[in-house]
């Protein structure tokens, strides 16, 4: 699980090691990279919602 | 701060053995806060341009030159070096959000537009300015005063040529004043560098926008959107003045406002109409229908030995008050008061041949709007 997190934090920076990258496609399921992939998105766009609105104060 | 910016640019022209005075080429600093704030942002982020360049550059030149093929040097095979890729990505994001703060608050500050203390209405039109001062019964039309025979050519140009108007927007310094902007017909766009202020007027739509000037003096501007033949001939002049000037000028307004509103119920003689009627057509009509009402057909017909304008004056008075639909005569219903456009249909009912010899009172004009 904490790996899948660790490779979505890395697809949304753009920055992966080749040898994780092997690892990610070699074990896994799609749907869990995806799945994680929409509720880190989603938690980001959330975070910058809090602090546009701290922000707008 | 701002100032040793600026010396910085001054030298760096000066230097590369460019004789050209930095102000001409940079953007101007301004007379308000906000244009002040803009100004040091954007010398704030052209040198943190300017170092990026130089390390990049620096670095590029550098290896080209110390690491070179002639010199026996060998490429390093690797595919990837995840720290070196995690910090080229880390370095740029903290940079953009270094300016985005600064960026951000002078944004905040622009569209802050509350606690105004004097509203001015402008309202973009082919091709002029509308200014009104809310609450003040003071309105009136900014024309460029340009004569035609310097577009032509056949004078030389003034100092302020296509930068000058018949009556600018008079604001007073040191007050924070509200622009509220909008359109009668497309999309214009309100700009004078000196106040850092450039925003579209979109028809149906109304804009909002403020400036607390710090300098009284003259300040000019256009239009910079695309709207039309005489788009380059809206410009936009603003005369800045000390609070006192400024009353008393909005006061001598306000009275010839109120002295206006009493002409429309006296009965006027042809002469004193026409005379006043070929002011309002030079400024308002002649764009379009030329100086001689020779027109320019086909978008915009001739008004001399017009026959349907000489023969229906209720025709040619609704063409004035309403406009026609579908082509580029606007309505003059709320742009002209009755006094103007009845010495204008006059003016244009006796002129260039027209000899009607109709008089159209503002008291009728005055009637038709009210309908």
Not at chain 2, 11 to 34: C, F, K, R, Y
Not at chain 2, 315 to 333: T, Y
Not at chain 2, 356 to 362: C, K, L, M, N
Request: hydrophobic content about 45%; proline content about 4%; some cysteine.
């Amino acid at each position: 699980m904490w790996s899948v997190v660790k490779s979505v934090l890395a697809a949304l920076l753009g920055v992966q090691s080749n040898q994780k990258r092997q690892e990610d496609f070699s074990s896994g399921k799609p749907a869990a990279y995806i799945v994680t992939g929409i509720v880190i998105t989603l938690l980001f766009v959330l975070v910058l919602i809090v602090l546009a609105t701290f922000a707008a104060r | 701060m701002q100032s040793a910016w600026r010396w910085l640019l001054v030298i760096s022209l000066s230097a590369s053995g460019s004789q050209a005075n930095a102000n001409d080429w940079n953007m101007p600093v301004g007379v308000t806060d906000i244009s002040a704030d803009i100004f040091g942002l954007h010398m704030t982020i052209f040198w943190v341009c300017v170092v990026i360049g130089l390390v990049v550059f620096g670095a590029m030149f550098y290896s080209l030159f110390r690491y070179r093929h002639s010199k026996g040097a060998k490429a390093a095979n690797f595919h990837e070096h995840t720290s070196v890729e995690v910090l080229w990505t880390a370095i740029p994001v903290l940079i953009l959000v270094g300016m985005a703060v600064p960026a951000t608050a002078t944004l905040k500050n622009m569209y802050d537009s509350s606690d105004a203390e004097l509203d001015v209405m402008i309202t973009g039109q082919q091709w002029r300015w509308r200014y009104e001062y809310l609450g003040e019964d003071v309105a009136f039309n900014s024309n460029m005063s340009t004569p035609r025979t310097q577009i032509s050519g056949a004078e030389t140009r003034g100092e302020h040529y296509l930068l000058e108007v018949d009556e600018p927007l008079v604001l007073p310094i040191n007050r924070k004043v509200r622009f509220l902007m909008t359109s009668d017909d497309v999309i214009h766009s309100w700009w004078v560098p000196d106040l850092a202020v450039k925003q579209d007027t979109i028809p149906g739509f109304i804009n909002e926008n403020w400036v607390k000037i710090n300098e009284p003096g003259i300040y000019r501007g256009q239009c910079t959107e695309l709207c039309g033949v005489n788009h380059g001939f809206m410009p936009v002049v603003v005369h800045a003045m000390e609070e006192e000037e400024f009353e008393g000028w909005l006061a001598k307004r306000k009275e010839a406002a109120a002295e206006e509103a009493m002409g429309v119920d006296r009965e006027w003689g042809m002469e004193e109409l026409a005379e006043r009627g070929e002011s309002v057509y030079q400024a308002i009509c002649s764009s379009c229908h030329q100086a001689e009402g020779q027109g320019s057909p086909p978008a915009f017909p001739a008004l001399a030995n017009n026959q349907q304008l000489i023969e229906d004056v209720d025709w040619h008075l609704d063409k004035v008050i309403n406009g026609v639909s579908g082509a580029a005569m606007p309505a003059f219903r709320s742009t002209l008061n009755p006094v103007e456009i009845a010495a204008v249909v006059t003016y244009t009912r006796n002129a260039w041949g027209n000899d009607t010899g109709d008089v159209v009172q503002p008291s009728e004009v005055a009637e038709l709007i009210a309908q």
